[in-house]
């Protein structure tokens, strides 16, 4: 009974982690039809670009409470450096291709990424946990939490809601919902496709950079940080239907939740569970709880 | 019955093999060991692809012929390669038998996500349980053939050499699966699915059937690559191993069963040398040659050699 | 003459939409049967329900005396019941003669021929002779041999109607149902290309029931005459009695659209 309020905590905070990191994957295969490999790339880079201008920052003696804004502007910085390269200068001539053979360019571009941020960084880890510790801690339950924890909440929350506003307030929100929904009509329409693509890819990578990030803080930042980050989207995005935000929102949730519970009682399974309920969802309900793609079954 | 093309393709293989192992240095006859244990995963691919299907979830059968290897070794004091090579088979085969009735039913990219996920399930289990080792993994027993221990000069030799008579074998098997009504659906399935049924066979049956056999393969490499690195660890179920996989089977193409082992060793060379030219960069050179194999040679290396019979 | 495929009752309907009410029909058996109507009327309806892609809502079908409704399409093609398509499907990646070659290839697949210990070449059952054969006799009634090595992605539309046709005589089929086999087709190709089509598959003894929208070809081909509109038949009579029928010139062949 007790053990509630602590799993509820964690899950919590665990599905708005998981909800930052997936949301842009579910964003850009929603109106590009593409699994996009690079999405843990970017959440790579977003979490070194953080670290490492936040450590500059903080070592200069600036202010730490903007710190945060660091983040931000690393996570900004590094998805415009490479985002709209890798859309304008290679993705944007494989539209024409079978999507798994998209997606393979995406795992070579990820490759390819995972080495550059080597070649960038180093492969010394890098720990900036001033902003973490720096917001000092409440407490649930009896346990201590760190109250940085509901910034990533709040981040999450924040996102969630500003998506929604553009999508469905917006004149550019609903050229892109009329994107997802039929791109070859769109473009007879007269909507320029291709720059809601580029801006697609480049919104999505910096949500992923985002989430990288902001996680920086409470982890070591080493290569292979993104490795993880993918296949837990994929999860996500499964659940709650490929190319649906609100499905992000609740497959974050679930997964959430889910690992929550599994850590608290039996840790032993933790993953286990998560992918079989990617599983069950691709089983029973293929085009996940809120999808919209129709999936080829027989 | 005059054998064919293919056949005396595979026959010129082994003898290579047997008689150029003997000048291959120690390292040389390692990596061409693992190439065959990686080919065999991929030729299983290849089955699979000829159907339209690309499985992201290979590992998954990879680590169960490993990890029965180890199992083997730990319960048995078994280090026979044939005998762990067919445990591996067996029981990958009958996984696949059973979570075949679930993924016939799938196509395109949701294929390609349950089989990642079933993979991840079984790396979930493994990566925490205590009794296989966890994230350390185990080591296997030294390796035997037919119950005998090759001198230490010899074993990496000999288990070269076995590796290619079971790789080559099963080859030559699957080629001539290939040309049974049953293994000739697979094209016609990727083509137009719906006039294979209308005219009475069973789609599901046949990509069920293919499932399978690309199990037992992946079986039969992942022990086979186990008892050769002598180490296994769940990161043999992760989804970068699939990734790999997939990587090596469009890098070699579907153009004929020697093309996955030919891919493979063109994969492990490309693998060495860049980790030695820069073992921070070896990533981006792979990622490079999978954008320029996808790019320019979309049919795989295998198409170079058929390209040059058709001028 | 007996009848060899017998609907009784046939009623579907999507939602609002009635697709079939009441569908009754016995075909006999070696007959020509065509079915005319406006598009929407039922008759891609209920030729999807014979060959057991669509099952019907109440009803029953009968092939020689058997139950078949509720059978999977793949079953009841191997029973000898077998389609055309309005839109061909062939294998676009490979040749004329390829692709006649897989569908003798998945004759042998059914009947468990040919397999992995299997020596030699069989015969293909019902052509009493190995694929290669069987093949190459087919697409010489269908006037394709030239064609062979062509993608059959690259024939003309009337070649390609007929290579789906062919396809489908692999199977030997007892009862062919053609889905407009010369819609596409030029208007001076139609009577040629149906001339092929009837020569080759009433040599091979099939019960034919064939969707046309062409009059001329109905009134020519067709022994008898199956009128639909609204899901329902409105007629059922040799051609000329059904091609003057007045609720067939009220609904199928001209003037107003009730």
């Not at chain 2, 009794?131 to 027993?141: I, Q, R």
């Amino acid at each position: 009974m007790s053990q509630i309020g602590p799993v509820l905590v964690d899950g919590v905070i665990y599905s708005a982690w998981l909800f930052i990191a997936a949301v842009g994957l579910t964003l850009v295969y929603g109106v590009m039809k593409i699994l996009n490999v690079t999405h843990g790339s970017f959440y790579a880079l977003g979490a070194y670009a953080g670290a490492s201008l936040t450590g500059a920052w903080l070592a200069r003696g600036y202010p730490p409470m903007l710190s945060y804004a660091v983040l931000l502007g690393g996570a900004l910085l590094v998805t415009l450096v490479f985002a709209p390269a890798i859309e304008r200068g290679l993705l944007r001539f494989m539209y024409a291709k079978d999507e798994v053979v998209i997606l393979l360019v995406t795992y070579a571009l990820f490759l390819i990424l995972e080495d550059t941020i080597k070649l960038i960084w180093g492969v010394n880890p890098y720990f900036v946990a001033e902003p973490y510790a720096l917001l000092g801690s409440f407490e649930v339950g009896g346990l201590r939490y760190p109250t940085y924890n509901l910034i990533l909440v709040g981040l999450a929350l924040a996102l969630s809601a500003g998506l929604a506003w553009v999508l469905h307030s917006t004149r550019v929100g609903k050229l892109l919902l009329a994107v997802i929904h039929d791109p070859e009509m769109s473009r007879a329409l007269g909507v320029n496709v291709d720059r809601f693509y580029l801006v697609t890819f480049t919104l999505g990578s910096l949500l992923a950079a985002l989430g990288g990030s902001f996680t920086a803080p409470t982890v070591s930042v080493v290569p292979g940080l993104g490795v993880d980050v993918i296949v837990l989207s994929f999860a996500v995005v499964v659940i709650g239907g490929l190319g649906s935000l609100p499905g992000a929102a609740l497959g974050a949730v679930i997964v959430g939740l889910v690992r929550s519970v599994s850590v608290h009682y039996l840790p032993q399974v933790e993953l286990f569970v998560i992918y079989s309920v990617m599983a069950l969802v691709l089983a029973f309900r293929p085009r996940g709880l809120f999808g919209l793609a129709e999936p080829r079954k027989i | 019955m005059k054998p064919d093309r293919t056949s005396l393709l595979l026959g010129a293989i082994l003898a290579a093999v047997v008689l150029g192992g003997l000048a291959l240095p120690q390292w040389t006859l390692f990596i061409l060991t693992v190439a065959f244990a990686q080919g065999l995963v991929v030729l299983g691919l290849m089955l699979l692809q000829r159907a339209g299907l690309v499985s992201f979830g290979q590992a998954l059968f990879y680590c169960i012929g490993a990890y029965t290897a180890g199992g083997l070794g730990r319960a048995f004091g078994t280090g026979d390669l044939f005998v762990q090579m067919a445990a591996g088979a067996a029981a990958a085969a009958l996984v696949a038998l059973m979570l075949g009735f679930l993924l016939a039913r799938y196509r395109g990219i949701f294929f390609g996500l349950l089989s990642l996920a079933l993979s991840m399930i079984f790396y979930g289990l493994i990566v925490k349980s205590e009794a296989l080792g966890s994230t350390d993994g185990m080591n296997l027993v030294k390796s035997t053939l037919f119950g005998v221990r090759p001198d230490a000069g010899w074993v990496r030799y000999a288990m070269a050499v076995a590796a290619a008579c079971v790789a080559l074998g099963a080859a030559l098997l699957t080629h001539r699966y290939l040309r049974t009504p049953l293994g000739r659906l697979g094209p016609a399935i990727k083509d137009n699915e719906i006039r294979v049924e209308y005219m009475g066979a069973s789609v599901r049956y046949a990509i069920h059937v293919n499932y399978v056999i690309a199990a037992t393969l992946a079986g039969a490499g992942g022990a086979l690559a186990a008892t050769t690195v002598g180490h296994i660890d769940p990161e043999m179920a992760y989804w970068t191993t699939s990734g790999e996989f997939v990587f090596i089977a469009i890098l070699s193409g579907a153009g004929s069963v020697v093309a996955p082992f030919f891919g493979a060793l063109v994969f492990g060379a490309i693998h060495t040398i860049a980790y030695d030219l820069s073992p921070n960069t070896w990533q981006m050179s792979m990622g490079a040659a999978l954008l320029l194999a996808i790019v320019f040679l979309p049919d795989g290396l295998w198409s170079l050699f058929l390209r040059r019979k058709a001028a | 003459m007996p009848s060899i495929l017998e609907a009784q009752g046939l009623n579907k309907s999507f939602g609002a939409v009635i697709a079939a009410e009441g569908v009754t029909a016995a075909i006999e058996k070696d007959s020509v049967v065509g079915l005319i109507g406006t598009n929407g009327a039922g008759k891609t309806t209920f030729i999807n329900m014979i060959t057991g892609y669509l099952k019907p809502d109440s009803g029953s079908i009968h092939y020689e005396g058997r139950d078949i409704t509720a059978l999977a399409p793949r079953d009841i093609a191997r029973l000898g019941i077998c389609r055309s398509f309005q839109i061909p499907q062939l294998y676009s990646s490979l040749s004329v003669r390829e692709n006649m070659l897989m569908a003798m290839g998945i004759m042998l697949h059914n009947a468990d021929l040919g397999g992995f210990f299997s020596v030699g070449r069989p015969n293909v059952p019902g052509h009493d002779a190995p694929a290669e054969e069987a093949a190459d006799r087919i697409l010489g009634c269908f006037g394709l041999a030239e064609y062979g090595d062509r993608n059959a992605q690259v024939l003309p539309g009337g070649m390609r109607k007929l290579l789906d046709i062919a396809l489908t005589m692999a199977a030997k089929p007892r009862v062919l149902l053609l889905d407009e086999p010369t819609s596409g087709v030029s208007a001076q190709e139609k009577f040629g290309i149906m001339e092929v089509i009837m020569q080759a598959v009433k040599a091979e003894g099939a019960t034919v029931i064939f969707v046309e929208h062409d009059m001329e070809v109905v009134s020519r081909f067709a022994g008898r005459v199956l009128a639909f509109y609204d899901g329902r038949i409105i007629a059922d009579a040799p051609p000329e009695a059904a091609l003057n029928d007045a609720e067939v010139r009220r609904y199928v062949v001209g003037g107003v659209h009730a």
